[in-house]
Structures are given as C-alpha cells and as structure tokens.
C-alpha cells in the first residue's frame, strides 16, 4: 500500500508552465514524462529522507532564491519544449505506433463495429488546417 498522497498529479504539467518553483513528492508512481524531469534542474523533490523533510525544502528554497528561480525557469522551460500539444501528439502515435507491433493479431478497424483508429486521428490532425502546425512528427 501506498503512504498517502503519494499519486501522479494531474495537474503537475500546468504547474510547470507557471514558471514557480515546484516542490514534487518523490514516490514510485509516475505520469509518462516524469523520466525526463530531473530533480533540482526542474523541480525539488521532497519526501526523500523522511516524510516530514518538506520543511528543509521550504527553509532551503527561502535561503537559496536565485537557485530556486533557476529551478523554476528550467520547469518551466522542459514544460514548453516537451508538454505542448504538438510533444503529446508525437508521444501518443509513437506510443500506438510500437504497441501495435507487439499484438498477436493485425490492429485494425475491419472486424469491430465501433472503432477509432486513433493513428489515422492523428495523422488527420497533422493535415488538419488548425491543427497541421501541431503535430509534425506524424508522416501522411
């Protein structure tokens, strides 16, 4: 069993954007950017030693304000290279893309009466006018 609060945040990716520094329990359970992050480069991890060491990170974060404005603006920066709308398209039909390969049988929308090829959605979104600039690592 999990000690609480120990969970992804699903908000964690907008918090990065914000440009503040983030303070990120560190714990077993994590979204699928979260292995990209780095500790004390994008946000400073607590819940490390004990689970009450929160307020040394508070205290260090009062006494350390300019590392903790870098740390913030490098959240804040892997935020807008890697969580934008065009980051998660690519993740997603690569994530579909190599999953597929790994299914006994043909993916494929033939013999299901209600199907979403959800490649092919993508792929529509890379033409899309509204939204071709968004995805350019799906080819047509």
């Not at 740390?71 to 065009?86: E, K």
């Not at 999953?99 to 043909?106: D, G, I, Q, V, W």
């Amino acid at each position: 069993m999990r000690p609480p609060g120990w969970s992804i945040s699903s908000k964690f990716d907008k918090y990065l954007l914000m440009g503040s520094l983030l303070l990120k329990a560190e714990g077993h359970v994590y979204g699928w950017y979260y292995p990209a992050l780095k500790a004390h480069e994008h946000y400073v991890p607590f819940m490390v030693k004990h689970k009450d060491d929160i307020l040394e990170v508070i205290d260090w974060a009062r006494a350390n304000d300019a590392e903790a404005q870098r740390i913030a603006q490098g959240g804040q920066m892997f935020a807008l290279r890697n969580l934008n709308r065009q980051a998660r398209l690519c993740y997603i039909a690569r994530l579909i893309t190599e999953l597929a390969k790994h299914m006994r049988y043909p993916v494929e929308c033939s013999r299901r009466a209600v199907c979403v090829p959800l490649v092919e959605e993508i792929k529509f979104l890379a033409k899309f006018e509204g939204t071709h600039s968004h995805c350019r690592c799906v080819g047509p």
